[in-house]
């Protein structure tokens, strides 16, 4: 059984820095083939995509976060991370790793999902 388990969250004041941090387990396959996703999700808004990765370290960023946001994973500890600087009171959302081997990207319909953790950013 597939689990996602993100940590990392926490409030910041504007400008700040976080790191989110997913870790992987009960993959039927090698952890290094699946598609990683960093998505959020604010209270009254749909899910949006914010980072994503693929097997070959290639990376997609939405354009809010582009020079921000930092996407990376370590395959042999099945972990995904998301380095996330100078943080904005509009980052604020829970935040949401995903998994699938299909390359969905930034589109939020990866298969496999965590819970989230919470970011707060106050200006």
């Known amino acids: 059984q597939v689990q996602l388990v993100e940590s990392g969250g926490g409030s910041v004041q504007s400008g700040g820095s976080l790191r989110l941090s997913c870790a992987a387990s009960?993959?039927?396959?090698?952890?290094?083939?699946?598609?990683m996703g960093w998505f959020r999700q604010a209270p009254g808004k749909e899910r949006e995509g914010v980072a994503a990765i693929d097997s070959g370290r290639s990376t997609s960023y939405a354009d809010s976060v582009k020079g921000r946001f930092t996407i990376s994973r370590d395959n042999a500890k099945k972990t995904l991370y998301l380095q996330m600087n100078s943080l904005k009171a509009e980052d604020t959302a829970m935040y949401y790793c995903a998994a699938d081997v299909i390359d969905w990207w930034l589109v939020p319909k990866y298969n496999y999902w965590g819970q989230g953790t919470q970011v707060t950013v106050s200006s």
């Open positions: 009960g993959f039927t396959t090698f952890y290094s083939a699946y598609y």
